[in-house]
């Protein structure tokens, strides 16, 4: 990294990017010595769309210290921390490339739930990059119980731990009141993904609740949770288009032998650098 390029270490004043990927969106910075405050009331703060900037997580980009390109913390919009994102990771790598942190290419990112390999087509395609991340071993079992009548349930950990309820159709679930009682049937909480066959082969559509955050228009590591959940069971094959609201995500499927070892693939762009004075946010969130 050029440690004399512009970073957010300017007293007073906080740089942000923000990025999404198919509508998760997210506000970056590079913190590479990590000098700067990084708790849950500046992601409350910041994230909060009517009174502060308006995002579904906040990342923190810093030094790598296990042989890896770039360090990712991300902190959910309700300050609670997680331990991995598919489209936050994708995110953060185009904004490292964006900032001349990391060239295009294969990169390693460091995160909580460990070291994950991505990389970035070094073309153009209007706005928005095609990243890819890989989230390591999916594993997975069906519940004996659902609680949802007609639907399938599986227990899925792809780092972080997800809800899946595979039947027909999702139009009749109201997943802004059942998401948080489905997610919070474990102590640590967990994603909740409504999914069904799409018209296509190897399609499916996904409804999403993130813990920490709420209905949001894509879920990386739920579009991973959901294919690797139907493909346990044969409803569709290795490659599989996952139909967000937002966008389309592509997961590829390898065969493991305590799961599936997942590939994540779809586009990410920038939307805009946010310059914060700290002043403005001292009411919520303190500054070291």
Not at 130 to 145: C, D, F, N, P, Q
Request: aromatic share 4%; glycine share 12%.
């Amino acid at each position: 990294m050029n440690e004399t390029r512009r970073e957010t270490d300017v007293v007073g004043v906080l740089d942000l990017l923000k990025y999404e990927a198919v509508g998760n969106d997210f506000l970056l910075f590079v913190d590479w010595q990590k000098g700067r405050t990084f708790d849950a009331a500046l992601a409350v703060t910041l994230c909060d769309r009517h009174r502060g900037v308006g995002a579904d997580g906040l990342i923190r980009i810093s030094r790598p210290h296990a042989g890896g390109s770039l360090r990712m913390d991300l902190l959910n919009a309700d300050g609670s921390p997680a331990e991995t994102s598919g489209n936050g990771m994708r995110c953060a790598v185009l904004c490292s490339v964006d900032e001349g942190i990391v060239p295009p290419g294969e990169l390693l990112i460091e995160t909580v739930a460990g070291r994950v390999p991505a990389s970035i087509d070094a073309a153009r395609t209007e706005d928005e990059r095609t990243v890819r991340v890989g989230m390591g071993i999916v594993t997975l079992h069906e519940l004996s119980s659902s609680p949802l009548e007609g639907r399938r349930a599986f227990a899925v950990d792809t780092g972080n731990p997800h809800l899946v309820l595979l039947g027909e159709g999702s139009d009749d679930v109201d997943l802004s009141s059942l998401g948080p009682e489905l997610s919070s049937g474990v102590p640590e909480g967990r994603n909740v993904e409504i999914v069904a066959r799409s018209k296509g082969d190897d399609e499916l559509d996904l409804a999403v609740y993130e813990r920490g955050v709420g209905i949001t228009l894509a879920c990386g590591s739920g579009s991973v949770a959901s294919a690797a959940a139907a493909r346990s069971i044969g409803v569709v094959g290795r490659s599989v288009i996952v139909h967000n609201p937002g966008g389309d995500l592509l997961v590829d499927l390898a065969e493991a032998r305590s799961g599936f070892e997942a590939t994540l693939v779809g586009p990410a762009r920038r939307v805009a650098r946010v310059i914060v004075d700290e002043d403005d946010l001292l009411t919520k969130a303190s500054f070291a």
